[in-house]
């Protein structure tokens, strides 16, 4: 079945380190995104990327950084210098044409300790 | 830039009542509207889009939702909910310009089904 793969679904990080978060789709899909939920905040978008080799910062990319070497993978790594990293984190993708649903994976909860 | 208000962070009802949950957004160009609803701990499901044509919309699950350009609202209402409703709801526009073509979702609304 075609879908969007996150890992893992609990992650724990101690302070000051770097975390990546995995996200794979098998939708052959062009566009993928990444968005952090807080309680009572709506999500709220980290970063996009349209194409292969390409992304652009969302409205709170400070603190994160992303790659997109293969259509299907867009990792988020979350490094330490986002003050705040606690939450759940969204994975999505779309075909690139504007109007199409968007699909998103089950998340990652992120949690440091 | 689009922006997108969800005016109730939480809606309590009682099972087989109807319910409305408002939206209303900002934008200067065309829009695309959204509504997706999230289970706990899930992702995100799509229930119905409008892009164009006719302003009431039919989802799953029974829902439909009313575009209404003059009031800049897209309000999602559903005759008769279940305790299976519960979850949270999002309405979404989707960006244009800067933010390409990613959803900007509002902060969500809690519905609470009780019986």
């Known amino acids: 079945d075609g879908g969007i793969t996150q890992s893992p679904k609990y992650l724990f990080r101690k302070e000051g380190q770097n975390v990546t978060l995995s996200c794979e789709q098998n939708l052959n899909h062009d566009a993928m995104y990444w968005y952090r939920q807080d309680p009572g905040q709506g999500l709220r978008l980290i970063y996009y990327s349209q194409i292969v080799n390409d992304f652009q910062k969302g409205d709170i990319a400070e603190g994160y950084s992303v790659s997109r070497e293969k259509k299907e993978s867009f990792p988020l790594t979350v490094t330490s210098a986002q003050k705040n990293p606690t939450a759940f984190y969204l994975c999505?993708?779309?075909?690139?044409?504007?109007?199409?649903?968007?699909?998103f994976g089950q998340g990652t909860r992120l949690t440091v300790v | 830039a689009q922006s997108v208000t969800q005016l109730d962070s939480q809606v309590p009802v009682f099972e087989e009542a109807p319910v409305e949950l408002r939206c209303n957004y900002s934008?200067?160009?065309?829009?695309?509207l959204f509504w997706y609803v999230q289970y706990p701990n899930q992702g995100l499901q799509l229930l119905l889009k409008y892009l164009s044509g006719s302003t009431l919309v039919k989802g799953i699950n029974g829902f439909e939702a009313e575009f209404n350009k003059s009031q800049t609202s897209f309000h999602l209402r559903k005759p008769s909910v279940h305790i299976s409703d519960t979850a949270e709801y999002f309405c979404?526009?989707?960006?244009?310009?800067?933010?390409?073509?990613?959803?900007?979702f509002g902060k969500g609304t809690t519905l609470s089904v009780s019986s």
């Open positions: 999505a993708s779309t075909r690139d044409r504007r109007g199409t649903e968007a699909f």
């Open positions: 979404a526009v989707e960006g244009y310009g800067q933010a390409g073509t990613a959803l900007i």
């Open positions: 934008s200067s160009v065309s829009v695309y």
